[in-house]
């Protein structure tokens, strides 16, 4: 199993552009989740899912825009970055739906935006 | 929401010392409380975890503590080692609750 994987690893965007961080984990996990990580403030979650077709916001949700048409895959869409986006993206993904349920991360994409 | 908080924010040892970083969480509901450990350039990692019928977990040089009445779980590694040296956060959620409220994070350094 490749676990979770993210593309891309690095990514610089100007003000405005837009952009999908891809998210894809082959281990039939139900639920998967975006958090954005910044220094001094641990990880914070953007979005989450707990199945295909189901999607609903986390703790800081706008500006970001995810789908999920598949078990596998979690998109998550910025629809016109600022500079406040600039962090480190995670996906993650866990069996089943619940706070006990261990989460598997994927190794991070770092965005900046100028 | 729920609110934890992590100390220190960076923490220096001798290699072969012990480490300890504490974490203090504000909604009593909480009743699970993981640990991951975040290596250079990769995502963090689950390496122990806790729920709240239990006051002591170890697994080998690592152990947590719960303290329900003072709403605070600690983090001990013993005899640390170089490869110990990472970034580690404390966690806390509701069992059926989807979210996991992470602190800021400490930086470990194992000095050799």
């Known amino acids: 199993n490749a676990g979770v994987t993210q593309t891309p690893k690095f990514q610089v965007l100007k003000t405005g552009q837009s952009m999908t961080l891809q998210c894809a984990q082959d281990?039939?996990?139900?639920?998967m989740s975006w958090y954005r990580q910044d220094p001094g403030m641990g990880l914070r979650l953007i979005h989450y899912?707990?199945?295909?077709?189901?999607?609903d916001q986390g703790e800081v949700p706008n500006g970001y825009n995810v789908s999920r048409s598949t078990t596998e895959d979690f998109p998550l869409r910025l629809l016109s970055a600022a500079p406040s986006q600039t962090s480190v993206y995670f996906c993650?993904?866990?069996?089943?739906?619940?706070?006990?349920?261990?989460?598997?991360f994927g190794p991070g994409t770092r965005l900046l935006v100028l | 929401g729920e609110n934890v908080e992590q100390h220190p924010s960076t923490l220096s040892v001798q290699e072969g010392d012990s480490a300890v970083i504490k974490c203090t969480y504000s909604?009593?509901?909480?009743?699970?409380f993981p640990w991951y450990k975040q290596e250079l350039g990769k995502g963090p990692q689950l390496i122990i975890d806790?729920?709240?019928?239990?006051g002591e977990k170890k697994d080998q040089r690592i152990a947590v503590t719960l303290n329900k009445t003072a709403k605070h779980f600690s983090l001990h590694i013993t005899e640390t080692q170089p490869e110990d040296s990472a970034v580690y956060f404390c966690?806390?959620?509701?069992?059926?609750?989807?979210?996991?409220?992470f602190g800021a994070g400490t930086t470990v350094t194992v000095r050799a």
């Open positions: 281990m039939n996990h139900e639920y």
């Open positions: 909604d009593s509901a909480s009743n699970y």
């Open positions: 966690a806390a959620s509701i069992s059926n609750d989807y979210k996991l409220s």
């Open positions: 899912s707990v199945g295909a077709g189901i999607t």
């Open positions: 993650a993904s866990s069996f089943a739906f619940g706070g006990e349920e261990t989460q598997y």
């Open positions: 806790i729920r709240s019928n239990v």
